[in-house]
């Protein structure tokens, strides 16, 4: 058990330090992030800034937490964020862009994408106000740090009220939720007790699926990969 203890996080962060600076560059790419993440070391093809940036991002998620079982339960929980997002943006595709190529298409996704939407929610919301509130309060942190970069942020294919337009329904799903979570019964004050702080995230959820499939960016917005910036 110790030697997995060991072994097991050194290859998973190995993969996502590999992984994670693709990301950046590919959202760099789109035009909605500072312009120094899409350089490319010419040698060994490899997004170096975006690595560097993972890097500094990696060591900043280890320091704060008081012990491996807190760190875990943040990560899990950021982990489940970020499947929720999927949901939603393929909704937005749906409605914004009908028309663009798709290798596949999954059925019943009217059904499909809200529920899925919802239970990541709820795992996010059961994880706890003291994960919830780390997690989620970090990320409008970030939002409120990108808008006060505004200069420096690209708008070459989306203005920045359009990016605050297409985005503020995640804002608004970070900061609902950790209300709920400080009131409700996982860590919180329990003035909401259970089920009706489920039951609350639930009808949150939904109304939050919505509002983010019908505020998507406009297919004539969308930078494809492969098309000329």
Known sequence: VVADAVIS???CGNIYMN????????????????KIFTRIDEQSGIPRPALWLTFGLSV?????FPSWEALINVVSAALVLSYAIAPIS???LRKSAPDLPRPFRVSGFGLLGPVSFVIAALIVYWSGWSTV???LGLQILMFVIYLGCKRLVPTDHLSLTEQVRSSLWLIAFYALTMVISYL???????????PYDTLAVT???????????NTGV????LVLEGEDE
């Not at 900043?60 to 704060?64: G, K, V």
């Open 60 to 64: 900043f998620w280890t320091l704060p």
């Open 218 to 221: 406009p297919s004539s917005k």
């Open 203 to 213: 009808v949150m959820a939904l109304c939050i699926y919505y509002w983010g499939a």
């Open 184 to 194: 409700g019964s996982f860590g919180g004050i329990g003035t909401l007790i259970h």
């Open 90 to 92: 393929v909704a937005a």
């Open 133 to 135: 509130s780390w997690l």
């Open 19 to 34: 992984a994670t600076p693709r990301v950046v560059y590919g959202w760099a790419k789109t035009g909605t992030f500072f």
């Open 9 to 11: 996080p050194s290859g």
